[in-house]
């Protein structure tokens, strides 16, 4: 028999609750006995842990229950540090000396994980490190092609007249991702024109052709600036209420409740709200094409002194549906994966509040990300194609 060595405490707790230690062979044993309830002072795993260290390390860790009395989460508590002890020398546990109860429980919480802990990085190689951090980018990877499906199954759902959504909350989101963007798409176009004429007469002044300001501004943001200037408005607006919004939802368990009632959280929150941004970007877009081109107007009348009617005849000479029309795919395109991304990280926050603000976070910089890498494969198939 090997006596726990962790002082009083440790082998009998202030109602009787007892542990000893025995070796079996390879194996050690360790014996529960008396009341375990969590008001008392309870034995701890130090000598556990010691007897782990010693030589030669145990096969396996066995429990007996035999004398064990009444017993509440305590035991769970102590058993999770038992785990965790051995776990750290890969020694396997055996949970088949424990009351019926207590095995259930434990078996629940290896089941169900900790929601809102963040996996710490694992101590060791950098090998092993590499190995983990490749380990969580495929789950990652994995879990964002699901909730793809999941969204496609869905708009499949949505077009087929078959998704359970509210239309009062659709138009709430298609106005709040529209008419109450129209403020802020509007100053960041008007000055971007302006930008855009600025540094151009800068440089086509010195060759008396200030006159393709008008040209470099309408063509500048119908075929790409407008529509990219915009989701990156949308990105840090929309995106992040979506993810904020939807993490809520989580920490309140709204989105628990929707499930235990037989609605699909992915028709009911991310359908409308996907819908309500693919429809309204290509309006924005287009509201921001003539904003910049005002925008630039104002700097060739008012500092190039070009008329009014030589700017709008330059304009429409260099403006057409080429570049019109793939300018408001782009921004259809943009909207869409600014809203997957904000509702993606939304769905797949944490339980906590701070975990919304991090979602929050997260939404914008993968919304910015995907944007960027959709207009650079938009540049490259426009030059592939000669569009």
Not at 264 to 275: A, G, I, K, N, W
Not at 335 to 343: D, T
Request: negative net charge; charged residues 15%; contains cysteine.
């Amino acid at each position: 028999m090997i006596e726990p060595s962790d002082g009083p405490s440790a082998a009998h707790g202030a109602d009787g609750a007892r542990v000893s230690l025995e070796r079996a062979g390879d194996d050690l044993v360790i014996g529960l006995g008396g009341t375990w309830q969590i008001r008392a002072h309870l034995p701890g795993t130090t000598a556990v842990e010691a007897a782990l260290e010693s030589t030669p390390a145990p096969r396996e860790v066995r429990f007996d229950s035999a004398d064990l009395g009444g017993w509440d989460s305590s035991v769970l508590a102590f058993l999770q540090g038992v785990e965790d002890a051995a776990g750290a020398r890969a020694i396997p546990v055996s949970l088949d000396g424990l009351p019926t109860g207590v095995r259930r429980l434990a078996e629940l919480a290896r089941t169900v994980p900790e929601r809102g802990v963040r996996p710490e990085v694992p101590r060791g190689s950098p090998v092993r490190r590499l190995g983990w951090l490749g380990l969580r980018i495929y789950e990652g990877a994995l879990e964002d092609i699901g909730f793809l499906g999941e969204a496609a199954l869905a708009f499949g759902r949505f077009l087929r007249g078959r998704a359970s959504y509210r239309r009062s909350d659709l138009r709430l989101l298609i106005q709040q991702a529209g008419a109450d963007a129209l403020g802020i798409v509007s100053l960041v176009s008007f000055l971007f024109g302006l930008i855009l004429a600025f540094v151009g007469a800068v440089q086509l002044e010195q060759f008396g052709a200030s006159i393709y300001v008008a040209d470099l501004v309408g063509v500048g943001m119908v075929r790409d600036m407008a529509a990219f200037m915009t989701a990156i408005i949308v990105a840090g607006r929309s995106g992040a209420a979506y993810a904020a919004q939807l993490g809520t939802m989580k920490v309140t368990e709204e989105i628990d409740a929707l499930r235990a009632t037989g609605i699909s959280p992915m028709e009911f929150l991310v359908v409308p709200r996907v819908v309500a941004l693919v429809v309204m970007m290509p309006l924005l877009t287009v509201y921001a094409d003539l904003m910049g081109i005002l925008g630039g107007y104002v700097v060739g009348a008012g500092l190039l002194h070009i008329t009014s009617a030589a700017y709008v005849q330059q304009t429409t000479a260099a403006v057409n549906m080429t570049q019109f029309v793939p300018g408001v795919i782009k921004g259809t395109v943009y909207g869409l994966l600014v809203a997957l991304a904000g509702c993606n990280q939304g769905m797949k926050a944490g339980s906590s509040a701070s975990a919304v603000g991090d979602a929050a976070t997260r939404a914008v910089v993968s919304g910015v990300v995907a944007i960027i890498v959709a207009c650079g494969v938009a540049q490259v198939i426009s030059w592939v194609f000669g569009i």
